[in-house]
C-alpha cells in the first residue's frame, strides 16, 4: 500500500534516560493495529550539512483510542534520525508515514492459553500498546511480559506496567532481566540462557510449552536468532499463517 505523509506536532519529548525519550505527538493518525509501527521522518544534516530529509520505522506505543501518538526510541550513536528525534521540543514539526503497517498484531496470534511476550531495551513497545487494549486480556489465561535490558534505569513504563499488575494481578507478570548489574525482582542475564537453564520459568511459575504457549520476541536480531534457537530445542516453530507455530517475532535491527 502506498505511504501518505501527515504532519505531527511534538506535545512532549520525554527524557527517561540519557538515551531514552517518550515522543508525544499529535497527527490525524488513521485506524491502526496495536503493535504496528509508524515510520517517522525529520530533517537530518547530509554529508555537507544541507538539511535532507530521513525516515525510520517506529513502534506506536499508545493504544488506537488514545488522542497522541508516542514512541519509545533510543539515541543510536551517529544514528542520524533517532538523534533528530532526540532533539525535537514541544511544538516541533514532523512528519509520520500513514497508514500503520506491520504484522506483529495480536490478530496474526493463534490462541494459546498463555503468551509470553519477551522484549529487549525499546522492543518493549508494541507489548505496551497491546495491553492497553481488552484484546490480550480476553484470549489469554496468562500473559507474562519479560523487558531486558542493559541497566535497571531502562526499565522504563513501571508506572504503565505496574497498573496492568493491579488491574490484572493473577493473569499478568513482568519479570525485569539486567544483563550488566544486579536489581532487586530483576533476574540477571540474557533471555535465551534464562529459558534454557530454567530460571525465567521459575520466576513466572509457568511452563514455557509447545502446548500451551505462543511466544512473542521482539528487539534486535541477535537477541531474536538465539531465543528462537532455544525455542526450538522445545519443539517450538515460527508461526506462519499457512503453517501454524508457536514463535512470532518482529526484529528491530
Ligand atoms: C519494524 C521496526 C520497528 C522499529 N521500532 C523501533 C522503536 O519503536 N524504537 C526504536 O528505538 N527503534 C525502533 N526501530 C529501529 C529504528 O527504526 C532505527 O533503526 C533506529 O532508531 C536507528 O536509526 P538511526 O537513523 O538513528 O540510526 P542508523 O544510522 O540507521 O543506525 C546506525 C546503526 O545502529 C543500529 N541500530 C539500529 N537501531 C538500534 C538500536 N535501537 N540500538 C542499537 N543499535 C541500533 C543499526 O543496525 C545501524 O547499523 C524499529 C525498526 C524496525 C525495522
Redesign the pocket.
Given at each position: 500500500m502506498a505511504s501518505n505523509w501527515i504532519p505531527a506536532k511534538v506535545i512532549e519529548n520525554r527524557v527517561l534516560t540519557a538515551r531514552h525519550f517518550s515522543l508525544i505527538f499529535d497527527a490525524q493518525l488513521m485506524p491502526f493495529e496495536a503493535g504496528q509501527?509508524a515510520r517517522l521522518q525529520v530533517d537530518v544534516p547530509d554529508e555537507d550539512g544541507h538539511m535532507v530529509k530521513?525516515a525510520?520505522?517506529?513502534?506506536l506505543?499508545n493504544s488506537p483510542e488514545e488522542k497522541y501518538g508516542e514512541?519509545?526510541?533510543?539515541?543510536?550513536p551517529?544514528?542520524?534520525?533517532?538523534?533528530a528525534?532526540a532533539a525535537l521540543k514541544p511544538g516541533d514539526s514532523l512528519e509520520i508515514a500513514q497508514p500503520c503497517v506491520?504484522f506483529?498484531v495480536l490478530s496474526q496470534i493463534p490462541d494459546a492459553r498463555h503468551i509470553w511476550m519477551l522484549a529487549t531495551?525499546?522492543?518493549i513497545?508494541?507489548y505496551l500498546s497491546m495491553l492497553k487494549t481488552a484484546e490480550p486480556w480476553h484470549r489469554f489465561q496468562k500473559i507474562i511480559l519479560v523487558h531486558a535490558v542493559s541497566h535497571a534505569e531502562e526499565l522504563t513504563y513501571q508506572e504503565l506496567i505496574m497498573r496492568f499488575k493491579h488491574d490484572h494481578p493473577s493473569q499478568f507478570g513482568y519479570i525485569p532481566v539486567v544483563s550488566r548489574e544486579d536489581y532487586p525482582e530483576a533476574l540477571r542475564g540474557r533471555i535465551p540462557a534464562l529459558i534454557e537453564d530454567g530460571s525465567l520459568e521459575k520466576k513466572a511459575g509457568l511452563k514455557i510449552s509447545k502446548e500451551e504457549s505462543h511466544v512473542m520476541i521482539c528487539g534486535?536480531s541477535g537477541f531474536l536468532k538465539d531465543t528462537k534457537e532455544v525455542l526450538k530445542k522445545r519443539g517450538m516453530e515460527r508461526h506462519l499463517n499457512h503453517k501454524p507455530g508457536q514463535i512470532s517475532s518482529?526484529?528491530?535491527?
Open positions: 509501527f530521513a525510520k520505522p517506529y513502534s506505543i514512541v519509545y526510541f533510543n539515541i543510536v551517529g544514528g542520524k534520525v533517532s538523534n528525534l506491520g506483529f531495551g525499546t522492543g513497545g508494541p534486535n518482529e526484529q528491530y535491527f
